[in-house]
């Protein structure tokens, strides 16, 4: 299956904030055998936010949605996925409370504008997220497509895609694939150069392999995907061997060594 990945905040598009989001997020679908092919950032504007999700809707199984799910008039994600799936957002109780209740056990009153967090799409799933007021949600759209929506600060979205979102992916679309790779790191020599050495591997689907440029060296990363970590080491084994079959002696060490 595929995935798309779509941060949301105008900050990212500024530079004032590196997407980690989008790396972090990527590496554990990889993990779980999910393709992830497009990766879309936008700003905190309703248009453009309705337009990249539209497109991602087209394209992919799964889009997965980080930020804009604040208390704020500028955290329009919520709202944008209510509209284009055409589920009316309704206020949950029950998550109006856990919001309520996190406040109380700090001491502070409850701003007015936190209710918007409990504004759920209609038919979607609440997930529970113990770090924070914004609560995950997961909308399921005839036939096979999935929109899950996660807040934006890492400290709460990394624990809720690990422990909520992957389990019901799984669950869901029964993934027993997991994608890993490896990588080949050469010196020396031009990435044109390696490239013509690989020659005849460029064919190959599983493992496939793509070079990198990395300060004065060239990385030859071996991306295989299987259903079990053996069948994994067993592909990624004999892709290395024949791509040090090839490279020789311009190759120098394997991933951190």
Known sequence: MNAEILTVGTELLLGQIVDTNAAFVAERLAEAGI???CKTTVGD???????????????????LCTGGLGPTEDDLTRDVVAAVTGRPLRLDPAVLAQIQARFARRGIPMPKSNERQAQVPEGAEVLE??????PGLLLRLPPDRTVILVP??????????TEVVLPRLREAYGLRGR???RVLRTVGVSES??????????????????????SGEIHVRITAKAETEEELAR???????????????????RDEE
């Open 129 to 134: 997220n113990p770090r924070g007021t914004a």
């Open 193 to 214: 150069r390696v490239n013509e050495l690989l020659g005849d591997l460029w064919e190959e689907r599983n493992p496939t392999i793509a070079l990198l440029a990395r």
């Open 152 to 161: 934006g600060v890492p400290a709460e979205m990394r624990p809720m895609v």
């Open 235 to 253: 592909l990624l084994d004999a892709r290395e061997a024949q791509v040090r079959e090839r490279l020789g002696d311009i190759l120098f060490g």
């Open 35 to 37: 393709d992830v092919y």
């Open 45 to 63: 504007n309703a248009a453009r936010i309705e337009a990249a999700l539209r497109q991602a809707l087209g394209r992919a199984q799964v889009v």
């Open 179 to 181: 994608i890993r790779s």
